[in-house]
């Protein structure tokens, strides 16, 4: 099967590449000696985390429950669900811990931690830090923070934290200097517990800028990414690998012709409407158009409006497309964990235009 006889607009994910990104990643980890807990909120794939454990110790990181029975029904049981548990959630993780999973949880509120820890087969229970980001998460000085270990009691099993304001940096040295902040409000965190007399096993930060650029990971037992699996715009933006480093694409048919754009039938439902790349030094407005080899032949073309089905794409006008209606094109996303997320399955190639495999995804929460 050519990519030509797949259903628009579709996924596209290029095994080579994801591949090369899952190599460079494993390198940038092995280098700390910390076993890297990949992620899965974008991929979302037995497939692909069976390629990204590979020569991995640990398990797994996932953002909704569905993933988590998911994997866990495929023999991927050591599983860290990376969202605040809630009391209805708590009850379908034990029904799956009870099935057979090992799900860890998280936590930063005192009165949830209690619970926990009254109950009879609590999962092992992590304490969410804020390391800067200003989401989720007690401070590392926080007296809050002592309070919910003891309120766990048994179920206290380390902290984490995420560096979502990496996302912000705009060099190398930025992320670096994230990274040992994260690095260094987490390990706070840990040294406070163990002076109050806890135990602290897991010591968990992570996010693909600072997991590729750190310079050190003293202190920490695992680290966590997930997004450079696939890349997208605006993670080459600010430097966590280069543009011929995004996997996944979107391929679109054009539905109509105009002079200097054309009409696509891949719209934001199909790509997304994430901006971020509004932000970033480069604007690829909703996304960089390829063509249908995945090969930058079109120079600055990008999709400039997104409707609910439609996209309209403009032509850079030193590399004018001429494409008839029909004609395929690929678009690289701003922002993949968004775009992947409409769709049911990747259409796998290995550097070309044959579709070498059909991968399912889990969605939903």
């Known amino acids: 099967m050519k990519l030509r006889d797949l259903p628009t607009p579709c996924l596209v994910l290029d095994r080579q590449i994801l591949l090369r990104n899952l190599a460079t990643m494993a390198e940038a980890v092995a280098r700390h000696g910390v076993p890297l807990r990949p992620h899965m909120k974008t991929a979302k794939s037995v497939e692909v985390a069976r390629l990204a454990l590979a020569g991995q110790p640990g398990g797994i990181t996932v953002s909704t429950l569905a993933e988590a029975e998911?994997?866990?029904?495929?023999?991927?049981?050591?599983?860290?669900?990376?969202?605040?548990?809630?009391?209805?959630?708590?009850?379908?993780?034990?029904?799956?811990?009870?099935?057979?999973?090992?799900?860890?949880?998280?936590?930063?509120?005192?009165?949830?931690?209690?619970?926990?820890?009254?109950?009879?087969?609590?999962?092992?229970?992590?304490?969410?830090?804020d390391s800067g980001e200003g989401r989720g998460g007690v401070g590392p000085e926080d007296a809050a923070l002592i309070q919910i270990a003891t309120h766990l009691g048994g179920a206290f099993a380390g902290v984490m934290t995420h560096a979502g304001h990496s996302y912000a940096g705009r060099s190398i040295a930025?992320?670096?200097?994230?990274?040992?902040?994260?690095?260094?409000?987490?390990?706070?965190?840990?040294?406070?517990l163990r002076e109050a007399g806890h135990d602290v096993p897991i010591v968990s930060m992570g996010s693909s800028p600072t997991a590729r650029h750190a310079a050190h990971l003293d202190g920490i037992t695992e680290i966590r990414a997930g997004v450079y699996m696939f890349g997208d715009l605006f993670q080459a933006e600010i430097g966590t690998h280069g543009l011929a480093d995004i996997a996944v694409t979107v391929l679109t048919s054009v539905i109509g012709r105009r002079p200097g754009r054309l009409l696509v039938d891949a719209g934001g439902l199909a790509l997304s409407k994430d901006r971020s790349t509004e932000a970033?030094?480069?604007?690829?407005?909703?996304?960089?158009?390829?063509?249908?080899?995945g090969r930058p032949s079109h120079g600055d073309a990008i999709m400039r409006r997104a409707y609910q089905e439609h996209g309209v794409v403009e032509f850079d006008p030193a590399h004018p497309i001429d494409l008839p209606v029909g004609g395929l094109l690929r678009i690289a996303p701003n922002h993949t964990c968004m775009t992947v997320a409409a769709h049911d399955r990747y259409y796998v190639v290995e550097g070309g235009e044959e579709v070498v495999a059909m991968w399912t995804r889990v969605n939903g929460w």
């Not at 209805?88 to 993780?93: E, G, S, T, Y």
Request: cysteine-free.
């Open 70 to 129: 998911y994997f866990a029904s495929h023999g991927l049981t050591d599983i860290l669900y990376a969202v605040g548990i809630t009391p209805a959630r708590l009850d379908q993780v034990a029904r799956l811990n009870a099935a057979g999973a090992q799900i860890i949880v998280l936590t930063d509120d005192p009165a949830m931690a209690a619970r926990i820890g009254a109950m009879e087969n609590a999962p092992r229970t992590l304490i969410e830090v």
């Open 280 to 293: 970033a030094p480069r604007d690829y407005g909703f996304g960089l158009v390829l063509d249908a080899a």
């Open 174 to 192: 930025e992320m670096r200097a994230i990274a040992e902040g994260e690095r260094a409000a987490i390990t706070r965190a840990a040294g406070r």
